[in-house]
């Protein structure tokens, strides 16, 4: 990962802490691209002691539920940088009640998909001038209950955090596999990943500590953090990789989707959507 640039959404914890520390040890220059001043502050700290002080990892604030915020930060990374080499879509959020971003999106649908929609579309110019721009996009097994509600895609009525959860987990995957479409024919790659089980903070309320117990008592049956980011690793430095664009991996290779996740006419209406929702047309 000599000379690569590699971005991480939410990189102050979980995987994409783990992820960040292990692409810095492969030698990548790392943007920690984080929300909280203070949170990230922190986890440049630690990536830092973790792989050496001389480490090329830097901090870089990013809200994905704000299109101002990711508009800002795809601002500053251009100014200072002339290509991407990974972006790694780590960032999700999952919460127990209905909440909304600054721009009145559902906040699952909101970050998980339409934060890293933009943020993903407002890189391709830097991503297309890498010998081999990559995409990670860190998606879930949930996408299996999931399905797209035209109707009410931001979940007003009957609001439950698997609907939400699992609708934000299938348009990671239908994103993907529309984004490796339109990159055909160039030099860029895109691919999602199931990480399994992981204890993060995940569904942990920093607020109330909602979860906090539940979390405790499963821990013993999750993987770390730096297990869980073993696959989102592989796809964004192993070679192995190269040419291989539009997959969900599992396990470090490729797995079954769901049905609707491979409908095609779904991904493009998503796409058409998305582009309406975040302002791109």
């Known amino acids: 990962m000599n000379d690569r640039t590699v971005i991480v959404t939410s990189a102050n914890s979980g995987m994409g802490l783990a992820t960040t520390v292990q692409l810095a040890r492969e030698g990548a220059h790392v943007i920690m691209a984080c929300r909280s001043a203070e949170r990230g502050a922190q986890a440049l700290a630690e990536a830092q002691r973790l792989t050496g002080a001389a480490a090329p990892i830097e901090l870089i604030l990013c809200d994905l539920g704000s299109l101002a915020g990711i508009h800002s930060f795809a601002e ?153 980011a073993r696959t989102a690793i592989h796809l964004a430095s192993s070679p192995e990789v190269t040419g291989i664009s539009g997959e969900y991996f599992y396990k470090l290779k490729p797995a079954k989707v769901s049905a609707l996740a491979q409908d095609t006419a779904l991904a493009d209406k998503l796409w058409a959507w998305s582009e309406s929702e975040v302002g791109l047309r």
Request: contains cysteine.
């Open 76 to 228: 500053q990374f251009s100014a200072k940088f002339a290509k991407l080499d990974v972006l790694v879509n780590n960032a999700g959020v999952v919460t127990i009640k209905r909440q909304m971003t600054t721009d009145g999106f559902e906040a699952m649908m909101g970050v998980n998909h339409l934060g890293h929609f933009l943020l993903t579309n407002l890189l391709l110019p830097q991503l297309l001038l890498a010998p081999e721009g990559r995409v990670v996009t860190v998606s879930s097994g949930a996408h299996k209950v999931g399905k797209i509600d035209w109707s009410d895609p931001y979940l007003t009525k009957g609001f439950s955090v698997w609907r939400g959860y699992g609708q934000s987990k299938l348009a990671n995957i239908l994103f993907t596999k529309s984004l490796a479409q339109r990159l055909k024919g160039t030099n860029a790659i895109a691919n999602c990943v199931h990480p399994g089980a992981v204890s993060t903070n995940l569904g942990v309320s920093r607020e109330t500590g909602f979860g906090k117990l539940i979390h405790t008592v499963l821990r013993p049956f999750f993987q770390t953090s730096a297990e869980g």
